[in-house]
């Protein structure tokens, strides 16, 4: 879309800036939009050295679970969102494994496939932002009916 809108307008940069002062002025006179304030700048990427304990997960948990789910087809067990039409690699970038037991509950232990669902990375942030909601753990039944009420 940008080169077609570069092709186009690339070499009318008058008539661009007409378009986008009479764009302004329908906004300004419709008074229901403010425009975003573009020139708002917000610092990001500074380095940091932190000293924290964090809770390791093991790396090959979700590929042993996209293993053991692939020959049944990849499947949101929240949502059902499935994509069978795309290259392989591009479905499992949509899942990951979330646990069904709490790690920060249970401790350090071995998680067996059981112990985990594979989720859409959306439903899986819907289920963790819903724990921080609730304040307290919220299971796969529970967030599907969330996401799918009635």
């Given at each position: 879309?940008?080169?077609?809108?570069?092709?186009?307008?690339?070499?009318?940069?008058?008539?661009?800036?007409?378009?986008?002062?009479?764009?302004?002025?329908?906004?300004?006179?419709?008074?229901?939009?403010?425009?975003?304030?573009?020139?708002?700048?917000?610092p990001?990427?500074?380095?940091?050295?932190a000293?924290?304990?964090?809770?390791?997960?093991?790396?090959?948990?979700?590929?042993?679970?996209?293993?053991?789910?692939?020959?049944?087809?990849?499947?949101?067990?929240?949502?059902?969102?499935?994509?069978?039409?795309?290259?392989?690699?591009?479905?499992?970038?949509?899942?990951?494994?979330?646990?069904?037991?709490?790690?920060?509950?249970?401790?350090?232990?071995?998680?067996?496939?059981?112990?985990?669902?594979?989720l859409?990375?959306?439903?899986?942030?819907?289920?963790?932002?819903?724990?921080?909601?609730?304040?307290?753990?919220?299971?796969?039944?529970?967030?599907?009916?969330?996401?799918?009420?009635?």
């Amino acid at each position: 879309m940008d080169r077609r809108i570069w092709e186009e307008f690339g070499e009318r940069p008058d008539e661009v800036h007409q378009l986008a002062a009479a764009i302004k002025k329908a906004i300004a006179v419709a008074g229901e939009f403010v425009l975003p304030n573009v020139d708002q700048e917000m610092p990001e990427v500074r380095l940091l050295t932190a000293l924290h304990i964090r809770r390791e997960r093991n790396s090959k948990v979700r590929k042993m679970l996209l293993d053991d789910r692939r020959p049944k087809g990849l499947r949101c067990e929240i949502c059902a969102l499935s994509r069978p039409e795309l290259d392989l690699s591009l479905q499992e970038s949509l899942f990951e494994a979330h646990h069904l037991v709490p790690l920060a509950e249970v401790g350090e232990r071995k998680t067996r496939l059981t112990d985990l669902a594979l989720l859409c990375a959306c439903c899986h942030r819907l289920v963790h932002g819903a724990m921080v909601l609730k304040s307290g753990w919220v299971g796969i039944a529970e967030a599907r009916a969330l996401v799918m009420p009635g």
